[in-house]
């Protein structure tokens, strides 16, 4: 069975600091891994996803996650943080092991407040 | 860019009363899901379809649920008699290729109340 730990419920950081959201996860075989970010009363919106090649993968909005296999890590990032990108985040992972639909399992999410 | 669209945003129904979710995946999407996010938990996976016929689903899939493609276009969630733990937040997915792991896109869901 697959599995990802977001193992902070909340994350409070400065506006202008850097950022960091933590995922890790567990899966048979290689993994395959996304984050989504929710507002408020809103549908889930993808930021990024690794599926294989560089370690770290640059997404929307000016995120980027580094893949790390020894920590099997997937911790999401920011150089700057907006107030704006204060919402809830999920860290997911799909695997060739999760039957022939892939489908997502989804972490529990890390709420992410930028205080200005 | 093309969307996951479900409707409706937002529905209220007696408990006991049956309910259709209703999703429109991208048109050339191959596999569909359902997802659900009861409030303040996380997004759990209830049921992905693909060829016409549901390819895996989750313990939460009992009989309650169903799901069904009736005319190539709409994807729907259907459940039957429902329970005041069947309010949630329901996400419709779509995805293009069964054999690569990514290009899922989810839609705005829709919150069920169920009183």
């Known amino acids: 069975a697959q599995s990802v730990a977001q193992p902070e419920d909340q994350v409070n950081v400065a506006e202008g600091n850097p950022l960091t959201v933590k995922c890790t996860y567990s899966?048979?075989?290689?993994?395959?891994l996304f984050w989504y970010v929710q507002y408020p009363n809103r549908g889930l919106q993808f930021l990024l996803k690794?599926?294989?090649?560089?370690?770290l993968v640059k997404g929307s909005y000016g995120f980027e996650a580094e893949f790390n296999k020894s920590q099997t890590s997937f911790h999401l990032k920011k150089p700057s943080a907006l107030v704006s990108d204060s919402a809830l985040y999920f860290c997911a992972v799909s695997s060739l092991s999760s039957g022939s639909a892939r489908q997502l399992t989804f972490g529990s999410g890390t709420q992410l407040t930028v205080l200005p | 860019e093309p969307e996951v669209t479900q409707t409706p945003s937002h529905q209220v129904t007696q408990m006991g009363q049956e309910v259709i979710l209703r999703c429109v995946p991208i048109s050339n999407h191959l596999y569909f899901y359902w997802y659900r996010q009861i409030l303040g938990q996380k997004v759990e996976f209830l049921v992905s379809f693909y060829n016409n016929e549901i390819s895996e689903k989750s313990e939460i899939f009992d009989d309650q649920f169903s799901v069904e493609r009736p005319d190539g276009s709409n994807f729907t969630l259907k459940i039957r008699s429902t329970k005041l733990e069947d309010s949630a937040m329901y996400f419709c997915a779509s995805r293009e290729n069964p054999g690569t792991g990514y290009g899922y896109t989810f839609g705005s869901g829709t919150r069920l109340t169920v009183v």
């Open positions: 690794y599926i294989t090649g560089d370690n």
């Open positions: 899966v048979s075989g290689n993994p395959y």
